[in-house]
């Protein structure tokens, strides 16, 4: 109980700290933890009747982070790029929407390769942020 309530203690911590770039990159590996455990309980065998309430939970999760990312575009900096992304987090709960009424596992491993696209280019954009800028070269 007590390694639970730290755990716990330590996820609050990080996102009462993490910056608005760092907190988006939570949701991306938010869902994408969501979506790879979606993805395991498709693969459990038929007669494990929990499968399709641990699908339902999971994409139920990944769609409402989905949703949370879509809610949290920044139209006044690139309003194409924000309508582009919009466009595709729509898509993305189309998709998992789908998964999830007709028990599919095509569209959950089509949408968690897109996220996880989008979440490593997020990531190493954050990445460059942080690297400090290179120094000139000092004249001898």
């Known amino acids: 109980m007590v390694a639970h309530d730290c755990a716990r203690a330590y996820r609050t911590n990080s996102i009462l700290t993490a910056s608005p770039g760092q907190l988006v990159l939570m949701l991306y590996d938010g869902a994408l933890g969501a979506l790879a ?47 582009t992304m919009f466009r595709l987090y729509e898509y993305y709960g189309r998709r998992l929407l789908e998964a999830n009424l007709r028990k599919d596992a095509e569209p959950v491993a089509e949408v968690e390769k897109l996220l996880g696209e989008i979440r490593d280019a997020w990531a190493e954009m954050l990445m460059k942020q942080r690297a400090p800028e290179a120094e000139p070269a000092l004249a001898s």
């Open 37 to 83: 455990a979606a993805r395991i309980a498709f693969g459990r065998p038929a007669r494990d009747l929990q499968r399709f309430e641990v699908i339902n939970k999971q994409l139920t999760k990944a769609r409402a982070i989905v949703t949370e990312l879509q809610g949290r575009l920044d139209y006044t900096a690139n309003p194409e790029f924000a309508q």
